[in-house]
Antibody, heavy 121, light 110 residues
Framework: EVKLVESGGGVVRPGGSLRLSCAAS????????VGWVRQAPGKGLEWVCG????????GYAGPVKGRFSISRDNANNSLHLQMESLRVEDTALYYC??????????????WGQGTLVIVSS | QSVLTQPPSASGTPGQRVTISCSGS????????VHWYQQLPGTAPKLLIY???QRPSGVPDRFSGSKSGTSASLAISGLQSEDEANYYC???????????FGGGTKLTVL
């Protein structure tokens, strides 16, 4: 059974930092692209960033480019998101997402339950 | 603003057939495949349709997808109360070089 378990969410002040993690199991993690999708309270889904199976191809959505950094550890089946210079508008539930392919442009076939990030003064 | 446009709401009665549209452009739907996700209240999204019209294992054949030009549609036949959810379309956008989601459609079963 595929499982994606996020951690690291919390409350942070504007300008602060946070590191999210996602522990993956139930599939060969190193064979697939993974990424992060967020959902602000009461709003729709927004793709945040993605990383290819080998970590060599990475992409970020415009609003987070230069502030967020995605990485993966295939040896430990984990995905990370380092978030810097956080803004109030980054407040959202952050989902870890497994892509059904080597690159992050394919469909997301599994989602975690999400970890909540609240940016507030 | 999403580059993929969905109606914010849709509704139907049990047993009815409803369709949800997703309108894009030549840089996304026009040149790439469309996927659909279902998000039940308080839960994570779930893949419903991929590559325009393919159903993952376990998804009832009441759900079907289609694509024509720069638009796509999700059809739900034999509507059931448990279909009440938010539905999102998604497609890769060649101009933005990123996957894009539609704004979502809230389906209400009357």
């Amino acid at each position: 059974e595929v499982k994606l378990v996020e951690s690291g969410g919390g409350v942070v002040r504007p300008g602060g930092s946070l590191r999210l993690s996602c522990a993956a199991s139930g599939f060969t993690f190193g064979d697939y692209a993974v990424g992060w999708v967020r959902q602000a309270p009461g709003k729709g889904l927004e793709w945040v960033c993605g990383i290819s199976w080998n970590g060599r191809t990475i992409g970020y959505a415009g609003p987070v480019k230069g502030r967020f950094s995605i990485s993966r550890d295939n040896a430990n089946n984990s995905l990370h998101l380092q978030m810097e210079s956080l803004r109030v508008e980054d407040t959202a539930l952050y989902y870890c997402a497994k892509v059904d392919g080597e690159l992050w442009g394919d469909e997301i076939d599994y989602w975690g339950q999400g970890t909540l990030v609240i940016v507030s003064s | 603003q999403s580059v993929l446009t969905q109606p914010p709401s849709a509704s139907g009665t049990p047993g009815q057939r409803v369709t949800i549209s997703c309108s894009g452009s030549s840089s996304n739907i026009g040149s790439n495949t469309v996927h659909w996700y279902q998000q039940l209240p308080g839960t994570a999204p779930k893949l419903l349709i991929y590559s325009n019209d393919q159903r993952p294992s376990g998804v009832p054949d009441r759900f079907s997808g289609s694509k024509s030009g720069t638009s796509a549609s999700l059809a739900i036949s034999g509507l059931q109360s448990e279909d009440e959810a938010n539905y999102y379309c998604a497609a890769w956008d060649d101009t933005l070089s990123s996957p894009e989601f539609g704004g979502g459609t809230k389906l209400t079963v009357l």
